[in-house]
């Protein structure tokens, strides 16, 4: 047990700490507290854990414990603070750039936000990983998902799941409505049962898929009802799914959107690449001749084209390809997964024409080294601002423009 002073909170959220050995990162502290932390080393890395809060900062708060929430013991307003600093820093050093973070755009909602849930079914309850290892953390109830969700977690018996392994749950707080999918190895008629509760529990459909290190990436098979609901983000309603990704917090992400949509501009052509089901194209879209969402998901590009026509979106069009492939464009809008943009695809940015960039990113650290290989490129930075998605937690996005 070490006895710790603590500088700041980093990616990840933890508190960072030194003494003789170097830097410990540390779960459960806060800045400018002294804390007994139980540490251990691992790859060259260590961590800890707050077993005791020796001096308490001011920003501590009471809070609920689940693996999904790493900084639920702060006040939400310090939260903001470590965020927009995550960001910053990660600016400052690793783009090494002296570009100032714009104000962090907090969520309207601090609780209750999440519209996606996926749980561990473990004999007769839901259950959380525990975030530093894989023990199974009962959740008897979980603050952050939307009222349908919970309402609905708590009339499902979930003994009545098995021989599924986890259940994900997708909720609208525009309509009320859910969908849900079940995780498990064997043939559908093995899940009757588990049909059968999810129905009775109020889901409008059911989905199977197997278990895979990447979720659903082994495919789906819808076993009864619709496949999807109907979700507002910003000014549109888009259809979302049990198993296809879409954003969990659809009160920050519409405001994203419709921010994104104002840095874009406008031009002849648009083109958003990792659109996904084109909820940041299609929020641009009134502003452009024509707009190509390009993906690699059918799912979700077929999601979207749905969405496009009934939403009479007639300059739309959704596209199956790699980011890397990307034709010429006025302005580019990227969304990359956490790994953010391969060399391939910066340099099909750059070679798209474009005068614009609006980059989306939900990772500080990947996004800060793509921005300094942009602007090694000739793009040069000019505005950042941190989105909260993610209250309690330490994620968060960034919405980026670039020019040149």
């Not at 400052?92 to 849930?117: N, Q």
């Not at 009757?192 to 989905?207: I, K, P, T, Y």
């Not at 083109?271 to 929020?283: N, P, Q, R, S, T």
């Not at 010429?328 to 070679?351: K, N």
Request: proline fraction near 5%.
């Amino acid at each position: 047990m070490l006895q710790l002073r603590i500088e700041k909170i980093v990616a990840g959220g933890y508190g960072l700490a030194r003494d003789e050995g170097g830097v410990v990162l540390v779960a459960g502290a806060l800045p400018g507290e002294t804390v007994l932390a139980d540490v251990k080393a691992s790859k060259g890395t260590r961590r800890g854990v707050t077993r005791e809060v020796l001096t308490a900062s001011p920003d501590r708060v009471e809070g609920p414990s689940l693996p999904t929430m790493n900084l639920a013991h702060a006040t939400y307003a310090a939260q903001l603070r470590y965020k927009r600093g995550i960001v910053q820093e990660a600016l400052t050093r690793l783009a090494k750039l002296d570009v100032e973070v714009g104000e962090i755009v907090p969520s309207p909602r601090e609780w209750a936000y999440r519209a996606v849930a996926q749980y561990l079914v473990k004999a007769d309850k839901l259950a959380y990983r525990e975030r530093e290892g894989h023990a199974p953390v009962p959740v008897d109830k979980d603050p952050l998902v939307i009222e349908p969700l919970a309402r609905f977690t708590r009339k499902l018996d979930v003994w009545s799941l098995d021989p599924a392994s986890e259940v994900v749950l997708r909720g609208s707080l525009a309509t009320g409505e859910v969908l849900a999918a079940v995780i498990g190895d064997g043939a559908p008629r093995m899940y009757r049962r588990a049909v059968d509760e999810l129905l009775d529990a109020g889901a409008l459909g059911v989905s199977l898929a197997p278990p895979a290190e990447r979720r659903f990436s082994k495919g789906e098979r819808l076993l009864a009802g619709e496949p999807t609901i109907l979700e507002r983000f910003g000014r549109f309603g888009l259809s979302v799914s049990a198993t296809g990704f879409a954003q969990v917090n659809p009160l920050a992400a519409g405001r994203l959107y419709e921010d994104a949509a104002k840095l874009a501009g406008a031009g002849e052509h648009l083109l958003d690449l990792f659109g996904g089901a084109g909820g940041l194209g299609m929020h641009a879209a009134s502003s452009f001749g024509r707009v190509t969402i390009l993906d690699t998901s059918a799912e979700a590009l077929e999601r979207g084209d749905a969405d496009a026509e009934r939403l009479q979106l007639d300059n739309v069009r959704f596209a199956q390809g790699s980011a890397s492939e990307a034709p010429d464009a006025d302005v580019v809008i990227v969304d990359p997964p956490r790994v953010g943009l391969d060399e391939a695809t910066r340099g099909a940015v750059s070679l798209t024409g474009a005068s614009r960039l609006v980059y989306v990113s939900c990772d500080p650290a990947t996004w800060a080294r793509d921005v300094r290989a942009f602007t090694d490129a000739g793009w040069k930075l000019v505005s950042a601002t941190p989105h909260d998605f993610y209250p309690q937690t330490s994620h968060v996005e960034v919405l980026s423009l670039l020019t040149r």
